[in-house]
T-cell receptor, first 114, second 112 residues
Framework: DAGVTQSPTHLIKTRGQQVTLRCSPKSGHDTVSWYQQALGQGPQFIFQ???????QRGNFPDRFSGHQFPNYSSELNVNALLLGDSALYLC?????????????FGQGTRLTVV | DQQVKQNSPSLSVQEGRISILNCDYT??????FLWYKKYPAEGPTFLISISSIKDKNEDGRFTVFLNKSAKHLSLHIVPSQPGDSAVYFC???????????FGTGTRLKVLA
């Protein structure tokens, strides 16, 4: 059983460009959340998708957007990249949308903005 | 405002001894708490969780204790093994939301 898979694993982009990160959830999971982990910090919640809709959003600007497909996979898009967007982007999936259940994380995509 | 705090950035423990990692939170609405372990170049791996209706949960060498009045939880690893060396994150959520709030992590080093 494949766990949560993310692609690509590493990415280098130039300031002002746009980037798309991809995530396939663990089998049987229908909910996908995205987190940003800056160096030396804990993961910070960006948003969560369920039934192809954004259910909740963290404190991130509109430059961060996402999408969930009918097969539950998800994309994270970041427009007008800033140097400060350099971070590890983590996708997490879970079988339920609410609290009280653990999420399973992918290995992350390391984004470097130069 | 840091709602989940891990005040010890690092901890070193001898192999075979107990490792105790601490976490404090400020939001009384949190009712579910988790510990994740993270190795370099990997995503966080779920370790153990606890609901606010309990004060202790055990899973093998790992035990999590919750003190709701102090808004404090701890993870005990007994006995510690070199393979436990990693960064440990505490996370919290409330059942009315869909997000985890993470602490900044504690780097555990188990010395052989």
């Amino acid at each position: 059983d494949a766990g949560v898979t993310q692609s690509p694993t590493h990415l280098i982009k130039t300031r002002g460009q746009q980037v798309t990160l991809r995530c396939s959830p663990k089998s049987g999971h229908d909910t996908v959340s995205w987190y940003q982990q800056a160096l030396g910090q804990g993961p910070q919640f960006i948003f969560q998708y369920y039934e192809e809709e954004e259910r909740q959003r963290g404190n991130f600007p509109d430059r961060f957007s996402g999408h969930q497909f009918p097969n539950y996979s998800s994309e994270l898009n970041v427009n007008a990249l800033l140097l400060g967007d350099s971070a590890l982007y983590l996708c997490a999936s879970s079988p339920m949308t609410g609290g009280g259940t653990e999420a399973f994380f992918g290995q992350g995509t390391r984004l470097t903005v130069v | 405002d840091q709602q989940v705090k891990q005040n010890s950035p690092s901890l070193s423990v001898q192999e075979g001894r107990i490792s105790i990692l601490n976490c404090d939170y400020t939001n009384s609405m949190f009712d579910y708490f988790l510990w994740y372990k993270k190795y370099p170049a990997e995503g966080p791996t779920f370790l153990i969780s606890i609901s606010s209706i309990k004060d202790k949960n055990e899973d093998g060498r790992f035990t999590v204790f919750l003190n709701k009045s102090a808004k404090h939880l701890s993870l005990h690893i007994v006995p510690s093994q070199p393979g436990d060396s990693a960064v440990y994150f505490c996370a919290a959520s409330d059942s009315g939301t869909y997000k985890y709030i993470f602490g900044t992590g504690t780097r555990l080093k188990v010395l052989a």
